[in-house]
C-alpha cells in the first residue's frame, strides 16, 4: 500500500527548496523576467544544478542526486508557490526520463550534461492546438542509414532557448523519438512568449538530417522511451500547479487577515471563511494525489498511468478553483497588473493545456477504469 505522507528526508527537502526560493526566486523575479523580455535566469538555474535539482532523476553514476520521482515532484510544488521560470520539467524531469532508460555512452554524457545544468531540453512532440503525440505527423524519411526530417512542431514549451530538441517523428514503422541539437541546419524555432510570460517556440524541421546515433530507444518504438518521460513531465507539472493554488491560497488568506471593511478585517466573514475553506481542502485532496502518483512513479512506473493522469486532472481543477477564488476574493485589485495574482491565473491556464489538458486525462482515467 502506498504511504501517502512525506518522509522526514522529504520534510527536510521541502523546507530547503521554501527557504532558498522565497530568497532567488519570489514572484518579483518572473515579473522582472517579464518586463526585460527575458526567459530564465541562468544563474538561477546553475544554483539548482549545484543543490542537486537539475540532476534530481539522474543517476549517480552521471552525477546526479538520483532522489526519485516523489523528490522530484516536491521539488517542482515548491517551485509553483512563487511561480518559479525554469527548464527544470522540460530538462530535469522529461529529458532526463527519457535519457536513463538508455545504457549507453551517449545517454550518459548527456545525462551528465543535464545534471550540471550545462544542458537544457525541449520535448517538441505536438503539432495541433491540443495535446495529442500519437496523432504526429512530421515526417523522418528514410534516407541511406539516416533520416531527413521535415514538418513542424508547436508548442514547445522552452523551444526558444533549449540547447537540445527531443523530435517525436513518424517513420515507416510507427513513430521515433531522437534527440537533435537546436542549432542543426534546418532547424529554426520561432519564439513566442506565453500568456505566463514563460517561453514557448513553433519550430520548423526543413530537410534535417539525422542519423541512427540521434534515434533515443528504437526506430519505431518512441513511446516505450518517450511513455515514461511524458508520464513523469505530468507528474511534476501536476505538482507544480498545485503549488501554484497553494500559493493563491496562502496570498488570498492574507489579504482576508488584513483587508478591512465596516472596521473589520473581511476573513471574519463566515462566508470568505467557506470560500477560502474549500479550496485549502482541494489542495489537500489533490497533494495526495500528487504524493501518490511520484510513489507510483518510484515503486511500479508500469502501472503509473491512472495515478498520473489522476493527479494532473485534479491539479489543474484545483489550480482553476484556487484562482478563480483568489481574484473574486480580491475584488477589483486582484485583475490588476500591479498586483501578482493575475501571474497565477495566468499560469494555471497554461498549465491545463501543457502535456493535456483536463479532458484529456479524463478520457484516459475512464478508459483505465473500464468506464
Known amino acids: 500500500m502506498v504511504k501517502l505522507v512525506h518522509s522526514d528526508e522529504e520534510v527536510m527537502l521541502r523546507d530547503m527548496a521554501r527557504g532558498f526560493l522565497d530568497d532567488a526566486a519570489p514572484v518579483s523575479a518572473l515579473r522582472k523576467l517579464r518586463d526585460t523580455d527575458g526567459d530564465f535566469d541562468r544563474g538561477l538555474w546553475s544554483d539548482m544544478a549545484k543543490m542537486g535539482w537539475a540532476g534530481v532523476l539522474v543517476p549517480d553514476t552521471s552525477g546526479g542526486s538520483d532522489m526519485g520521482h516523489a523528490a522530484a515532484n516536491l521539488l517542482a510544488g515548491e517551485m509553483g508557490k512563487t511561480l518559479v521560470a525554469s527548464p527544470f520539467i522540460s530538462t530535469a524531469i522529461i529529458a532526463a526520463t527519457a535519457l536513463r532508460q538508455l545504457a549507453n555512452a551517449r545517454s550518459t554524457d548527456a545525462l551528465a550534461r543535464i545534471a550540471d545544468g550545462s544542458t537544457t531540453y525541449a520535448l517538441a512532440i505536438d503539432e495541433g492546438p491540443k495535446h495529442a503525440p500519437e ?115 496562502d496570498m488570498t488568506v492574507g489579504y482576508l487577515k488584513e483587508r478591512k471593511q465596516f472596521g473589520i478585517e473581511i476573513g471574519r466573514f463566515q462566508a470568505l471563511q467557506h470560500r477560502a475553506a474549500h479550496v485549502w481542502s482541494e489542495t489537500e485532496v489533490t497533494a495526495s494525489a500528487i504524493l501518490n502518483a511520484g510513489r ?35 475584488g477589483g485589485i486582484g485583475m490588476t497588473d500591479a498586483y501578482d495574482m493575475g501571474f497565477y491565473m495566468k499560469r494555471a491556464r497554461v498549465s491545463a493545456e501543457w502535456l493535456g489538458d483536463y479532458s484529456y486525462h479524463a478520457e484516459k482515467i475512464a478508459a483505465l477504469r473500464g468506464f
Open 135 to 249: 496523432d504526429t505527423q512530421l515526417a523522418a524519411q528514410t534516407e541511406g542509414n539516416g533520416f531527413r526530417l521535415q514538418g513542424q512542431k508547436r508548442f514547445v514549451v522552452d523551444g526558444g532557448f533549449a540547447d537540445r530538441l527531443l523530435v517525436l517523428a513518424r517513420t515507416d514503422g510507427g513513430l521515433t523519438l531522437f534527440d537533435v541539437p537546436a542549432d542543426r541546419a534546418g532547424i529554426t524555432a520561432h519564439r513566442h512568449r506565453m500568456i505566463d510570460a514563460r517561453d514557448s517556440a513553433t519550430i520548423d524541421f526543413d530537410d534535417v538530417v539525422a542519423d541512427g546515433a540521434d534515434v533515443i530507444g528504437h526506430v519505431d518504438e518512441a513511446m516505450t522511451v518517450l511513455r515514461p518521460a511524458l508520464l513523469a513531465g505530468r507528474a511534476a507539472l501536476a505538482a507544480e500547479t498545485t503549488g501554484l493554488a497553494v500559493g493563491v491560497l
Open 296 to 330: 507510483m512513479l518510484d515503486a511500479h512506473p508500469d502501472d503509473a498511468d491512472l495515478a498520473v493522469s489522476l493527479a494532473k486532472a485534479r491539479a489543474t481543477a484545483t489550480a482553476v478553483l484556487a484562482v478563480q477564488e483568489g481574484v473574486q476574493m480580491h
